[in-house]
């Protein structure tokens, strides 16, 4: 096995009425003035942030409100939220909702711990997290996995840049996931939610590093099982079974569980998040959009690779290495095309784009051509144009 440091601190309290526990374990975590941070309001519709506010409150801590994350969530609306937890003197930033109010509440953390730094300075990697103060979680949508990864993803809308960050102090101190809070999802976020759990295996399974032949098993079983339980989520939204399956798949497919022992190649998601910054899309639509036409513009890098994850995920056996690849990346559409997800731009509701789009996205994900993105085929601006022209119909 290749080397590698496994590194997931959250406390995960997972199943049902999991959210009456909300103000014990922000006690044990050392919340006494927490900011409760959520989204565009599905938590106040659904009564659960009341019911999480009433739970604090019979704890003895005390807490602020913090709303209006939205989706793609905005640098502009995370500085506001420092200011609010500095003004409060607030010791954890509660997350009620999902991934854009996760990462909001990762930022107003790490800003409210560093008053003398904006915070796009650690975006913008000028400068690296040093400090911050606990985050904790109450999961409304099993997706980006924020409840557990070392991630955090922003939009400076003034530059139409938006770009993740990635250390140990963005791993939430604890997350709530009650599976029954994502009843109320509409069926296109469910949808692009799936989407995004598959993506987070997806972007590390796709590797030219041999070795760990577990973490690739445990990927394709990942895979397949947010396959199945996807089809039963989408005809029942209310099946408790499915939706636990796919809430926690979502975890453990961001955690670093599903690339140990290699470098994680993340190229479909530098692509997908400048079709947000640019556009506003949702982040799982941004990603099958790019997804085939990345997966064939690599296939020639690794057919071996892309026919294994054809046989291993979709049970694909017959015809030759490269048709069993083939076959895997059009059944990979397919089942997402079988879930309302679009496959190109126009799918995607933005329309054939001209050059000078195609340039700036490329330019936007290398940095005008000074860097390149990924690992697996490193994509300088060339490649990015070409993947993106592949995408544009
Ligand atoms: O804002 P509210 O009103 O809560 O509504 C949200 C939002 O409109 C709604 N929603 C969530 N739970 C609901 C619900 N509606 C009804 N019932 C519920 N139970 O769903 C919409 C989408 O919410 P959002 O938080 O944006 O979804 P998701 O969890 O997919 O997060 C997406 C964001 O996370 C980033 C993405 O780029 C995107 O900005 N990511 C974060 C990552 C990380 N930190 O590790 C990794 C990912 O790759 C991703 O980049
Ligand atoms: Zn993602």
């Known amino acids: 096995m290749n080397s590698f440091t496994f590194y997931t601190p959250t406390e995960i309290i997972f199943g049902k009425g999991a959210e009456a526990k909300t103000g014990e374990v922000v006690k044990k975590h050392g919340g006494r003035r927490v900011l409760v941070v959520y989204g565009g309001g599905s938590v106040k519709k659904s009564g659960l942030l009341e019911r999480v506010e009433e739970n604090l409150q019979a704890a003895g801590i005390l ?58 300075e650690f975006w913008s990697g000028r400068r690296t997290v ?17 409840e557990t990864s070392n991630s955090a993803v922003l939009t400076n809308a003034e530059t139409g840049k938006k770009c993740g960050i990635n250390t140990d102090f963005n791993r939430p101190a604890f997350a709530i996931m009650n599976p029954e809070l994502t009843y109320t999802l509409p069926r296109r976020e469910l949808a692009c939610g799936i989407a995004d759990i598959m993506m987070h295996t997806l972007d590390r399974y796709f590797t030219h590093e ?46 670093g569980f599903t690339s140990l022992g290699r470098t994680m190649d993340f190229g479909v998601h530098k692509l997908g998040h400048e079709l947000s910054g640019k556009f506003g899309v949702t982040h799982g639509a941004s990603l099958t959009t790019m997804w085939g036409s990345w997966a064939r513009y690599v296939l020639p890098d690794a057919p071996e690779r892309f026919a294994q994850y054809a046989e291993n995920v979709w049970g694909l056996t017959v015809g030759t290495t490269l048709e069993r690849a083939r076959a895997g990346i059009r059944e990979t559409e397919e089942f997402w095309q079988s879930l309302g997800l679009p496959l190109c731009f126009t799918e995607l509701g933005i329309g054939v784009q001209d050059e000078e789009t195609l340039a700036y996205l490329a330019d ?16 300088d601006r060339e490649t990015a144009l070409a993947i993106y022209r592949q995408a544009n119909h």
Not at 213 to 223: G, K, N, Q, S
Not at 364 to 379: E, L, R, S, Y
């Open 63 to 120: 807490f602020e409100e913090f709303g209006g994350a939205q989706p793609n969530p905005l640098l502009s609306h995370a500085r506001n939220g420092v200011r609010a937890a500095a003004k409060f003197g607030a010791d954890l930033i509660l997350a009620v909702g999902g991934g854009s109010v996760i990462d909001t509440a990762k930022a107003i953390a790490h800003g409210a711990a560093n008053l003398d730094t904006d915070i796009w």
């Open 130 to 146: 040093e400090r911050s103060i606990p985050v904790g979680v109450v999961l409304t949508i099993a997706a980006a996995g924020s």
């Open 210 to 255: 041999a070795g760990n032949h577990f973490t690739d098993r445990v990927a394709e079983a990942l895979l397949k099982n947010v396959v199945i339980y996807a089809k039963k989520a989408m005809v029942n939204h209310r099946d408790y079974e499915a939706m636990s399956e796919l809430m926690w798949c979502g975890s453990v497919s961001h955690n």
């Open 364 to 379: 936007m994900c290398t940095d005008f051509g000074q860097k390149t993105v990924a690992f697996f085929h490193p994509i």
